[in-house]
């Protein structure tokens, strides 16, 4: 069973663009909601973080909008660029345990 | 401060042979997770340890173990590999503090084929 759901799987923006990407989770326990960006040929690198107790968090071109009730959260790249291309990952966190969505590939085209 | 280092970085092995893989946390890190990565099912967990005890454990089989010295580094044992276990293998290191849901930080990962 997948804890932590993501779409779309992949996305394709031009430069300048909004790059949005939703996740979607079920279990309440969960307190921490970490984006991860990888590049190919590399680990995943934490992008940007939220805590249930905010609804938004912003830093530089990267949002994550968090909804509580709805149990989602997405995030929002503002003027995406083509350096933005790779894929992203959802996570869910609770007592050191991390569930990660199946992961966006996101191209951003010049 | 030094990241997260996990080696090798590469390994071919064929079907029946045993594999071990190595990952040394960031300094001051206590807890590492290990993570198998396929194009078809994302990031599966396979197991977290923290003071050389094994704290959570994923769905995977038997073949699968782990271990963590004293220093916090960690290995990851696969024996008798199958096909299936080609993938990349994620290791992640955090604080770990109890009751504390911090950040892991990703290696690069070991690219392990089994032919």
């Known amino acids: 069973q997948q804890q932590v759901k993501q779409s779309p799987q992949s996305l394709i923006v031009q430069k300048g663009g909004i790059s949005i990407i939703n996740c979607a989770y079920e279990n309440t326990a969960f307190d921490y909601f970490p984006w991860y960006q990888q590049f190919p040929g590399k680990g995943p690198a934490l992008l940007i973080a939220i805590r249930p107790d905010v609804s938004e968090k912003k830093e530089g071109r990267f949002t994550i909008s968090f909804n509580k009730s709805a149990k989602q959260f997405s995030l929002h790249i503002m003027d995406s660029q083509p350096g933005d291309s790779a894929t992203y990952f959802c996570?869910?966190?609770?007592?050191?345990?991390?569930?990660f969505g199946t992961g966006t590939s996101l191209t951003v085209i010049p | 401060k030094a990241g997260v280092t996990q080696t090798p970085r590469y390994l071919i092995k064929t079907r029946g042979q045993q594999v071990t893989l190595s990952c040394s946390p960031i300094s001051g890190h206590r807890s590492v997770s290990w993570y198998q990565q396929t194009p078809g099912q994302g990031l599966q967990f396979l197991f977290e340890y923290f003071s050389e005890t094994q704290r959570n454990k994923g769905n995977f089989p038997g073949r699968f173990s782990g271990r963590q010295f004293s220093n916090s580094r960690s290995e990851m044992n696969v024996s008798t590999l199958e096909l299936g276990d080609s993938a990349l293998y994620l290791c992640?290191?955090?604080?770990?503090?109890?009751?504390?849901?911090?950040?892991?930080?990703f290696g690069p990962g070991t690219r392990l084929t089994v032919l």
């Open positions: 996570a869910a966190s609770t007592g050191n345990q991390f569930y």
């Open positions: 992640a290191s955090s604080l770990g503090g109890q009751g504390v849901t911090d950040t892991q930080y």
